[in-house]
């Protein structure tokens, strides 16, 4: 069973700090994995995608790393701004054959930014 | 192009009740999947539905059921509703295996 877990479970730091974001996951056999944004009470955004094959994906600020055969993920935030608070949750996803893939989620880490 | 939408917003039911979910999703995709996410939790997930049948299903009891429509939409039925069934629930819907997840739907047991 994919046990996915997310360190730390809350962080707080001042804008402008570079930060990195843990992800990690029992069971290497994924098929890609992604990050996502939630803020309070709303839906996931998704912030970066990396298939398996892949090593890391940026978009602007944000670079995600995966190495897969130690099971971890990190996700690395540049010169935060207080608009980066939310949670940010890793998932990894498995195909388990034809168009069965679902995800597995960790906890998140509540990441606050302070002005 | 609308991205995935789900209704209603929010919902309080009472214990013993049911209740149904509805999830449009994104344009061009076939594959809806549905998760319950407890409050500081991660999302879990409940049941996947592709071709109009339920693919594969999380640990979540048969109280859970669900629907896809031909238009590719789809519904959640929670019946018996317990206490603990009070969460988020998320709708995400997929092309290929990247998901894109809908606002969700708070329910409210009491």
């Known amino acids: 069973k994919q046990e996915v877990t997310q360190i730390p479970a809350a962080l707080s730091v001042p804008e402008g700090e570079n930060l990195v974001l843990n992800c990690s996951f029992t069971?290497?056999?994924?098929?890609?994995l992604q990050w996502f944004r939630q803020d309070p009470g709303k839906g996931l955004t998704s912030l970066l995608l990396i298939q398996s094959s892949q090593r890391e994906q940026t978009s602007g600020r944000l670079n995600a790393s995966l190495d897969k055969s130690s099971g971890r993920s990190t996700l690395y935030i540049a010169a935060s701004q207080p608009g980066d608070s939310a949670t940010y949750l890793c998932a990894v996803g498995r195909n388990s054959g034809g168009s069965n893939y679902k995800l597995t989620f960790g906890k998140g880490t509540l990441l606050t930014v302070n002005p | 192009d609308a991205g995935v939408t789900q209704s209603p917003t929010h919902l309080i039911k009472t214990r013993g009740q049911q209740v149904t979910l509805r999830c449009s999703p994104k344009?061009?995709?076939?594959?809806v999947s549905w998760y319950q996410q407890a409050l500081g939790q991660g999302p879990q997930f409940i049941f996947q539905?592709?071709?109009?049948?339920?693919?594969q299903r999380g640990n979540f009891p048969d109280r859970f059921s669900g629907h896809q429509f031909p238009n590719y939409s789809s519904e959640l039925n929670v019946n018996a509703l317990l206490l603990g069934d009070s969460a988020l629930y998320l709708c995400?819907?997929?092309?290929?295996?990247?998901?894109?997840f809908g606002p969700g739907t708070r329910l409210t047991v009491t």
């Open positions: 069971d290497s056999a994924i098929y890609n």
């Open positions: 344009s061009g995709h076939d594959t």
């Open positions: 995400a819907s997929s092309f290929n295996y990247e998901q894109y």
């Open positions: 539905y592709y071709e109009e049948e339920e693919r």
